[in-house]
């Protein structure tokens, strides 16, 4: 007679959080005791009990399931006693290579207490598995709906923010945290640089976002490397609309129910809801830093691996286009190494003559030029700051009312071509009905029109926003003049400053004049435009009057 199998069983016990809801049939301890008992009765040796408590079944990475594995590789256990398949997993493929294939390489054998397993099991396991994606695409369509309706669904709060201890989908201003963000907010918009207001906020000791977070819940953070502000941490706060009251959720999420792996979301897939909770700064304060941060675009990089200091801000003056640069390297005789960068007219360096000239410029002169403006614009600033501003106040009202003027007119006449193409769309549909135009010639026109009345449509909202967006600022003037202040005894220029203050360079092509090869160079700032069109009336030695810049070059 066979010597009977001596079982050394491994008992395996999960509960998720959707099996908890079921009741006290599945709850851990009831699983326990109806598996151990059978265990008694049938005699075997119990060897160890795996519990898996809160995990979902379309997790194969389970903590006492991988142990309960490992234990099987090495022979500890050859038998697993369960409730239910599902209580293995709810993956069918995945189950199915574990009973059918990797258990029995290893010797061990499968018992499932409720259920008998044969060839039907592979259909009970994906009835489970079904069971797991149902369960999976109702939780996210109830975080959907939660996110559109405004309620916040994070784990933790926004640094600023804490949970209403009433509402914990409701966020309320944290006002030990809050002046720190409105005062990072402030810092950008004077003009300092990310890495910049992290070096001031760790000097001045203000705790970072994870210190914060681990000192409010006494305990010690374990990371150690986050004790910090960094460069990144303040971007991401200065990024976000969490601070002027909008909640924008589902950015991330897995990539199925099988696989949770956390991954980002398109775009256009994110949920925005706006006016949900209380902004920490203002709409204006916030526009004015994001106007700072678009500026910072780093220049375009060169074979090298380095960076020409005025790509991307040099236009050309005839035909609009952006200035190339280049750096031109030399090895003397002496072994010496000299270089030198310049630019000139992209559409001149692919097209050559016969479609613009050469507008170049060296930048080491060009330095000089931009450097000596801001310092000139910063001293007229510091010697009469209100009457700058007013000057910029009144050429803005004047030229937002010749452009308003002209958006206006524009889409009046959009608007007029929309109604006619409405009427000629009904006297189709009119002629079509009573057979005067054929099918296919009314198909053909109608789709016409209507592609030419979307088209006009279109236009008439980017002139609305255009309209809308014209309007006296005091702020932007204001902005300007606080920054520019600062660069009285500007020395050096580099790529932060340079795109923090400056919105383009206009560089007009050389020409003879009096002896001397000139050429006119028109530098537009953020906020303000061309300072240089100003008119400014004051003491002469107090307001410069403004001049064009010009190069000298030796002929």
């Known amino acids: 007679m066979a010597n009977m199998k001596e079982h050394k069983v491994g008992i395996y016990v999960r509960l998720s959080n959707e099996d908890a809801r079921?009741?006290?049939?599945?709850?851990?301890?009831?699983?326990?005791?109806?598996?151990?008992?059978?265990?008694?009765?049938?005699?075997?040796?119990?060897?160890?009990?795996?519990?898996?408590?809160?995990?979902?079944?379309?997790?194969?990475?389970?903590?006492?399931?991988q142990r309960m594995i490992a234990d099987v590789k090495q022979g500890f256990i050859n038998t697993i006693l369960i409730k239910d398949l599902s209580r293995l997993g709810r993956n069918y493929l995945e189950v199915g290579n574990l009973a059918e294939v990797f258990l029995p390489e290893h010797n061990c054998e499968l018992i499932s207490l409720n259920e008998k397993l044969d060839e039907m099991a592979v259909f009970r396991n994906w009835f489970n598995e079904q069971h797991s994606k149902t369960t999976s695409k109702k939780v996210r369509a109830v975080h959907r709906i939660c996110a559109e309706s405004g309620k916040f669904m994070g784990a933790f709060a926004p640094y600023g923010y804490q949970k209403d201890p009433a509402d914990h989908h409701r966020l309320i201003a944290d006002e030990t945290?809050?002046?720190?963000?409105?005062?990072?907010?402030?810092?950008?918009?004077?003009?300092?640089?990310y890495r910049a207001i992290a070096d001031k906020l760790n000097n001045d000791g203000v705790t970072s976002p994870k210190e914060y977070f681990y000192d409010g819940k006494s305990r010690s953070n374990p990371r150690k490397s986050t004790q910090a502000w960094g460069a990144n941490t303040v971007k991401r706060i200065l990024e976000s609309e969490t601070y002027i009251g909008n909640m924008i959720q589902c950015k991330t999420g897995t990539v199925s129910y099988k696989n949770?792996?956390?991954?980002?979301?398109?775009?256009?897939?994110?949920?925005?809801?706006?006016?949900?909770?209380?902004?920490?700064?203002?709409?204006?304060?916030?526009?004015?830093?994001?106007?700072?941060?678009?500026?910072?675009?780093?220049?375009?990089?060169?074979?090298?691996?380095?960076?020409?200091?005025?790509?991307?801000?040099l236009v050309c003056a005839d035909c609009g286009c952006k200035l190339r640069g280049n750096t031109a390297r030399l090895t003397r005789k002496s072994g010496n190494q000299w270089q030198r960068t310049s630019y000139c007219c992209g559409t001149y360096a692919r097209a050559g003559k016969s479609a613009c000239s050469y507008h170049g410029i060296d930048e080491e002169t060009l330095i000089g030029i931009v450097a000596g403006h801001i310092r000139e614009k910063a001293r007229m600033v510091e010697c009469n700051e209100n009457r700058i501003i007013e000057s910029i106040l009144a050429a803005q009202k004047n030229e937002n009312m010749s452009y308003r003027a002209a958006y206006q007119g524009e889409a009046e006449s959009h608007k007029k071509h929309i109604e006619r193409l409405d009427l000629l769309i009904e006297n189709l549909y009119n002629d079509r009905v009573t057979g005067v135009v054929p099918e296919d010639m009314f198909k053909r026109f109608v789709a016409k029109y209507e592609?030419?009345?979307?088209?006009r449509l279109q236009s008439v909202e980017t002139l609305?926003?255009?309209?809308?967006?014209?309007?006296?600022?005091?702020?932007?003037?204001?902005?300007w003049?606080?920054?520019?202040?600062?660069?009285?005894q500007l020395e050096t220029l580099?790529?932060?400053?340079?795109?923090?203050?400056?919105?383009?360079?206009?560089?007009?092509?050389?020409?003879?004049?009096?002896?001397?090869?000139?050429?006119?160079?028109?530098?537009?700032?953020?906020?303000?435009?061309?300072?240089?069109a100003l008119e400014i009336d004051g003491d002469a030695e107090n307001l410069e009057a403004a001049i064009s810049v010009r190069e000298a070059v030796a002929v």
């Open 494 to 532: 580099d790529c932060e400053t340079l795109r923090l203050l400056i919105d383009r360079i206009v560089i007009g092509e050389s020409r003879m004049e009096d002896g001397e090869r000139v050429r006119d160079v028109k530098i537009i700032y953020n906020y303000v435009g061309d300072v240089d």
């Open 260 to 313: 949770h792996k956390l991954v980002g979301k398109p775009e256009e897939e994110w949920i925005k809801a706006e006016d949900t909770h209380e902004p920490l700064v203002s709409i204006e304060l916030w526009d004015r830093v994001q106007s700072i941060s678009k500026k910072q675009l780093k220049p375009r990089q060169t074979k090298q691996g380095e960076y020409h200091l005025f790509s991307g801000i």
């Open 481 to 488: 003049a606080n920054l520019i202040k600062r660069y009285t």
């Open 451 to 455: 592609q030419e009345r979307i088209d």
């Open 177 to 193: 945290a809050a002046p720190n963000v409105r005062r990072m907010f402030e810092l950008r918009a004077s003009g300092m640089a």
């Open 464 to 479: 609305t926003k255009r309209i809308q967006a014209i309007k006296q600022n005091t702020d932007d003037a204001s902005a």
């Open 22 to 65: 079921a009741g006290e049939s599945v709850s851990v301890e009831n699983q326990k005791l109806m598996l151990t008992k059978h265990v008694k009765e049938m005699g075997w040796e119990l060897t160890e009990i795996y519990i898996d408590d809160g995990w979902s079944g379309t997790n194969q990475n389970r903590p006492a399931f």
